[in-house]
């Protein structure tokens, strides 16, 4: 009985430190961050702005402008849909990285460099 008490503990532990531990080829918070938040300013951007334009091929164009923030960021496009796809199952730590967009963004914190859009 004390093993098996023992045994459940120690999963417990491990279960719950494991969600701080990021796997190998998962983008880490501070580097999701910024990525994160230019991907959304450049979904906005097509939405509010080019998708008006009927000249304007807008999934060509948000194509391509998230073909240059992954540039930017020397991210690839696997890599950010594989990091998104683990922040979404991991709510708690998704949740932080968004607060953390929203609090630099909302003091305008120096040093805190986006891409710029166009």
């Known amino acids: 009985m004390k093993n098996l008490l023992l045994l459940v503990m120690i999963t417990s532990i491990i279960s719950c430190g494991s969600e701080n531990d990021i796997p190998?080829?998962?983008?880490?918070?501070?580097?999701?961050?910024?990525?994160?938040?230019?991907?959304?300013?450049?979904?906005?951007?097509?939405?509010?702005?080019l998708k008006r334009d009927s000249t304007v091929n807008d999934t060509l164009e948000n194509l391509k402008l998230q073909q240059k923030l992954f540039a930017y960021y020397k991210v690839s496009r696997e890599d950010f849909y594989r990091s998104y796809d683990y922040y979404i199952s991991h709510s708690g730590m998704l949740t932080k990285i968004i607060d953390s967009m929203l609090a630099k963004q909302n003091r305008k914190k120096p040093g805190y460099k986006l891409m710029e859009i166009q």
Not at 31 to 49: F, G, H, N, S
């Open 24 to 49: 190998d080829g998962i983008l880490p918070p501070q580097k999701m961050e910024p990525v994160l938040w230019d991907y959304l300013r450049a979904d906005a951007y097509t939405t509010d702005y």
